[in-house]
Nanobody, 124 residues
Framework: QVQLVESGGGSVQAGGSLRLSCVVSGYTYSLKCVGWFRQAAGKEREGVAHIYTRSGSTYYGDSVKGRFTISQDNAKDTVYLQMNSLSPEDTAMYYC?????????????????WGQGTQVTVSS
């Protein structure tokens, strides 16, 4: 059984930083794609950052390039999202997702396993 548990969300002022964590359990040897998505109130879920853990290949959404970094710690079965230079536009529920793959996945429909989410609120 696959489980994803996010943590690290919270409230921060504009310009600040947060690091989100996603612990993946179950079939971790085969789940090679992990992604972070976010959904703001009244908006569709959007991809933020994605990683193909076998090669370390990454992909970022345009709105977070240069500010967010996705990374992995295989020993801990954990994927991180380091978020810097946060702005109120980054306020959203952030979700971790994972799936089996042979290359990086970037779309919502490509992921079958999802966490419950962690809230990030950025105040101006």
């Amino acid at each position: 059984q696959v489980q994803l548990v996010e943590s690290g969300g919270g409230s921060v002022q504009a310009g600040g930083s947060l690091r989100l964590s996603c612990v993946v359990s179950g079939y971790t040897y085969s789940l090679k794609c992990v992604g972070w998505f976010r959904q703001a109130a009244g908006k569709e879920r959007e991809g933020v950052a994605h990683i193909y853990t076998r090669s370390g290949s990454t992909y970022y959404g345009d709105s977070v390039k240069g500010r967010f970094t996705i990374s992995q710690d295989n020993a801990k079965d954990t994927v991180y999202l380091q978020m810097n230079s946060l702005s109120p536009e980054d306020t959203a529920m952030y979700y971790c997702a994972a799936d089996f793959c042979t290359a990086v996945l970037t779309e919502t429909y490509e992921y079958n396993f999802w966490g419950q989410g962690t809230q990030v609120t950025v105040s101006s």
